[in-house]
C-alpha cells in the first residue's frame, strides 16, 4: 500500500504525552481529524477512563486509510477535515495534521470548538515560530487569545517507524463553554419556512435530486435551531437555581432529550435522534426501498442507529447510494437464485409442488430444472387467530422480492402497474382471495398456506431459467454465444432438452441480449417518470 507523502503516524510514546495534556475525565466524544491508521486514537481509547472507539469520530482523506480505521471498528465519518461541517458537540479534538497545513487544520479545529472543549494537536514548530502568512499569524493569535500551552519538541519522530528530523510544537488548548445570545423564534421560524418550502417543492416534482437537496436543507435548518436552543438553555440554566443558597447548585428548569441524557450531552443526543429520524424518512422513499431487497432493506435499517452518528448530509447520501449499488448485484443475483430453489427444490416435498419445474440434463450436472408457467409455493396469506384474509410481512416481502427480480429481468419494459402494497392492501379490503393480479402474475391464496402463481409473460419465465442454468451450469458457457451448428453435439443435446430444439435456441443467439441479462445490466435504475438517473 503507498502511504500518503505527508503521513507520519504518531510515535506511541509521544501520543501518551499528548493524552497527558488532555483532562480526561471530562472527555465523552473525540473527534480525530487526519485519523490515519488509528494508531493515536487507540491510545487515548486504552486509558483509564473508559473511552472506546464508539466514542470516537474520524475523518481521514485517503482510501485505503480509511479502510485500515473502518477494520478496527473505528468510525470514519467525513474525508477532508477543512470542508467537515456539523453541530455535533466534541469533547476532544485530538489530531496530528499533515504539517504543510497544520495552520489550516487548527484553524478549523479552533472553530469547531469555539462553544467549548479542549484540542491537543501537533504541528510543525515553524508553523508557530515563523508566522509568516496571514493563516498562520491568524493562528498565532488565535492561540494568545485561548492561552494555549505549547511545547516544543526536538526528535519526536526521528525513530518513529516513519520518521522525521522536524521539531515539533505540541499545542493544548481548552476552551471553556460559551453561549451564543440567540433569537430562539428567529430560528424556529427558520426552519418552519425551509419545511414548508421542502413540501411545495416535493410536490412540484419527483425528481430524487430535488428531494435531497430540499429534505437535507430541512434537516440543516431544525439541528440549527434545535441546537441554539440547547445553548440558550445551557446559558440560562445557571442562572435559574432552585435556591439562593451558594450550597445548592441545581437548576429550576431541565432540559432532557427524549429517551436521553442531559447536560453536556443534550447537543449531541439531540442530534442523534433528528439524524435517525432523517435517515430513517430517507430509507422509506420509495425510490430508496424499491431499489432494495427484503434482506438489503432489512440491512439498512439495521443500521441506523449506527447512521445517527453520521451527518445526513448529500455527500454521505451518496456513499450511501454507491454502497447500495455495489452491493445490488449480488444481492439481486442472490435473490434470483432464492427464488428459484422457492420454486424449484426448496418445496419438493409437497405434492402440490411437483409440476412446478420440468428437469433436463444439464451441462455440467445430470438434473437441472426450469420453471413452468405455473408455481405452487408455501405461502401463507391468512392470520391463524381470525381466519381473514390479511397478508402478513412475510407474504408482502417475498411477493415483493418476486416483482423485482421480474422487474430486473424485465429492465422495467412493462408499463407502470399498481405496487404491490396497493394491490395486496386492496384485496384485503375487498377479501379477494383469487387471482389477484399484479404487474408479471395472477396469485391465488389458498387457506391450507400455499400460494398458485401464473405468470403472464413466458419471454420472461424463459429469461429466469437462462439467468438461473447459466449461473448453476446446468446450461453450457457457450449458450448464446455459438449458433446450433457450431456446437458440440453434447452442447447441442442440453439444449434440445433445455428449448426444445434448434429453432427456439436460434431466437436467443439471433437476440441474446433480450434473453441472457448480464449482472450489470441489472442496475438499471431509470425512473419512468424521469429520464435523469434515479440514483
Known amino acids: 500500500m503507498k502511504l500518503p507523502e505527508e503521513y507520519y503516524p504518531t510515535p506511541t510514546e509521544l501520543a ?22 488509528g494508531g493515536l486514537i487507540a491510545v487515548f481509547a486504552k486509558s483509564q477512563y473508559n473511552l472506546d472507539y464508539s466514542a470516537v469520530d474520524a475523518i481521514e482523506i485517503d482510501g485505503d486509510l480509511q479502510a485500515i480505521l473502518k477494520s478496527k471498528g473505528i468510525r470514519v465519518v467525513y474525508n477532508d477535515f477543512l470542508t467537515y461541517h456539523s453541530y455535533k458537540q466534541y469533547d476532544l479534538i485530538a489530531m496530528n495534521p499533515p504539517f ?12 469547531i470548538q469555539k462553544h467549548g472543549g479542549q484540542i491537543v494537536c501537533l504541528l510543525n514548530a515553524e508553523t508557530l515560530r515563523n508566522p509568516y502568512t496571514n493563516t498562520r499569524k491568524d493562528l498565532v493569535k488565535q492561540l494568545e487569545k485561548y492561552e494555549a500551552d505549547i511545547e516544543y519538541i526536538e526528535g519526536a519522530f526521528s525513530t518513529a517507524d516513519r520518521s522525521t528530523d522536524v521539531e515539533i510544537a505540541l499545542v493544548y488548548v481548552n476552551i471553556s463553554s460559551s453561549f451564543d445570545d440567540c433569537d430562539i423564534l428567529k430560528n424556529l421560524e427558520k426552519a418552519r419556512e425551509v419545511a414548508s418550502e421542502t413540501v411545495e417543492e416535493t410536490q412540484l416534482t419527483d425528481r430524487l435530486e430535488s428531494y435531497l437537496n430540499a429534505i437535507v436543507k430541512q434537516y440543516e435548518a431544525e439541528t440549527a435551531a434545535g441546537v441554539r436552543l440547547i445553548r440558550e438553555y445551557m446559558a440560562f440554566a445557571p442562572q435559574c437555581l ?9 437548576t429550576i428548569l431541565e432540559m432532557k432529550i427524549y429517551d436521553g441524557s442531559s447536560d453536556r450531552s443534550l447537543v449531541n443526543d439531540f442530534l442523534e435522534k433528528v439524524r435517525y429520524k432523517y435517515w430513517a424518512v430517507l430509507f422509506g422513499r420509495k425510490e430508496f426501498y424499491e431499489l432494495m431487497t427484503e434482506n438489503q432493506r432489512s440491512q439498512y435499517f439495521k443500521r441506523l442507529y449506527e447512521l445517527a452518528h453520521y451527518e445526513f448530509n448529500l455527500s454521505n447520501i451518496k456513499q450511501i447510494q454507491l454502497d447500495l449499488s455495489k452491493s445490488s448485484i449480488k444481492s439481486i443475483e442472490d435473490t434470483i437464485l432464492d427464488l428459484f430453489d422457492d420454486f424449484a427444490i426448496k418445496y419438493t416435498w409437497y405434492k402440490e409442488c411437483d409440476n412446478n419445474i420440468h428437469y433436463y440434463n444439464g451441462w455440467a450436472t445430470n438434473k437441472v430444472g426450469k420453471v413452468n408457467k405455473k408455481v405452487i409455493i408455501r405461502l401463507d396469506a391468512f392470520e391463524r387467530y381470525d381466519k381473514t384474509f390479511e397478508p402478513r410481512y412475510t407474504t408482502r416481502g417475498k411477493v415483493t422480492d418476486i416483482e423485482k427480480v421480474f422487474n430486473f429481468l424485465d429492465c422495467n419494459h412493462t408499463p407502470p402497474f399498481d405496487s404491490v402494497e396497493d394491490v395486496l ?14 404487474k408479471y402474475f395472477y396469485i391465488t391464496f389458498y387457506k391450507k398456506g400455499t400460494a398458485h402463481i401464473t405468470f403472464k409473460d413466458m419471454e420472461l419465465i424463459k429469461r429466469f431459467n437462462i439467468f438461473v442454468g447459466l449461473r448453476k451450469s446446468g446450461l453450457p458457457p457457450s449458450y448464446g454465444k455459438k449458433s446450433y451448428s457450431d456446437m458440440t453435439n453434447a452442447e447441442q443435446q442440453v ?5 426444445g430444439g434448434e429453432k427456439e435456441y436460434t431466437k436467443v443467439y439471433n437476440n441474446p441480449s433480450k434473453y441472457i441479462i448480464e449482472s450489470e445490466s441489472m442496475l438499471m435504475l431509470e425512473s419512468k417518470e424521469d429520464s435523469g438517473e434515479v440514483l
Open 16 to 37: 501518551t504525552k499528548m493524552r497527558s495534556k488532555v483532562d480526561m475525565k471530562t472527555v465523552a466524544s473525540v473527534l480525530e481529524p487526519s485519523a490515519g491508521d
Open 495 to 499: 439444449v434440445n432438452e433445455f428449448d
Open 100 to 111: 504543510s497545513e497544520g495552520d489550516k487544520h487548527l484553524l478549523k479545529a479552533l472553530d
Open 242 to 250: 432552585n435556591s439562593f443558597d451558594e450550597q445548592y447548585t441545581s
Open 425 to 438: 392492501d386492496y384485496a384485503t379490503r375487498c377479501g379477494q382471495t383469487a387471482k389477484i393480479e399484479f
